[in-house]
């Protein structure tokens, strides 16, 4: 089975340009996670689903990120506008409810620069 | 809340030699903890987990054991190679959520 897939793997961008990171989790998993990793900051969960339904955005930095889940197989991450200091790598991950919830399955994240 | 605290890297071993990474972590319960390794390049995967206290996760050659009185989850590995050289997080779930510790580098010389 292919694990999880994220698209673009590098993204360069102007300050100001609105940025879409995209992320396909593995099939039959009804949790899917947003992250941000930085030197600064480690790694910090953005926001997470649960059957595509937002469950806790409260990591969400501010208002010009917003995610979304329209189905089972995908979600988007948006910046809108883009600033420097959105820069980073952004995973997605995907999980089991039940016992699968012990593990998370990430994807080999996009990195993103912002100039 | 839930936390996780483990050893600020980085961490340079020369191949062979004996690995502690350390952790504890603040938790209401009993979580079950796990340590994630983080290749160059590539996203967190699990490498071991325990989900009681007394319990040992091992995997490739790396042990950690769940010690409730200490709140200690401790990442040993008796012999280290060049191919270990990674990031590695220790975490324990809340819920239906997995909060990560910082994350420690390691750098393994030949």
């Known amino acids: 089975d292919a694990g999880v897939i994220q698209s673009p793997r590098h993204e360069v961008t102007e300050m100001g340009q609105e940025v879409t990171l995209r992320c396909k989790p593995i099939s039959g998993h009804d949790y899917l996670f947003w992250y941000r990793q930085t030197m600064m900051r480690g790694l910090e969960l953005l926001i997470y689903f649960n059957n595509n339904v937002p469950i806790d955005d409260s990591g969400m930095p501010e208002d010009r990120f917003s995610a979304k889940m329209p189905n089972a197989s995908f979600s988007t991450l948006k910046i809108q506008p883009s600033e420097p200091r959105d820069s980073a790598v952004y995973f997605c991950?995907?999980?089991?409810?039940?016992?699968?919830?012990?593990?998370?399955?990430f994807g080999p994240g996009t990195r993103l620069t912002v100039l | 809340g839930d936390s996780v605290t483990q050893m600020e890297g980085p961490v340079t071993l020369s191949e062979e030699a004996f690995l502690t990474i350390n952790c504890t972590y603040t938790?209401?319960?009993?979580?079950?903890l796990f340590w994630y390794v983080q290749y160059p390049g590539e996203g967190l995967q699990l490498l071991l987990k325990a989900t009681k206290a007394d319990d040992k996760g091992s995997n490739k050659g790396f042990e950690a054991t769940y010690r409730k009185e200490t709140t200690s989850f401790h990442l040993e590995k008796g012999s280290v190679q060049v191919s270990d050289s990674a990031v590695y997080f220790c975490a324990l779930n809340r819920d239906d959520k997995i909060i990560f510790g910082k994350g420690t580098r390691l750098h393994i010389l030949p």
């Open positions: 991950a995907s999980s089991r409810s039940g016992r699968g919830l012990n593990e998370q399955f």
């Open positions: 938790a209401t319960g009993y979580p079950s």
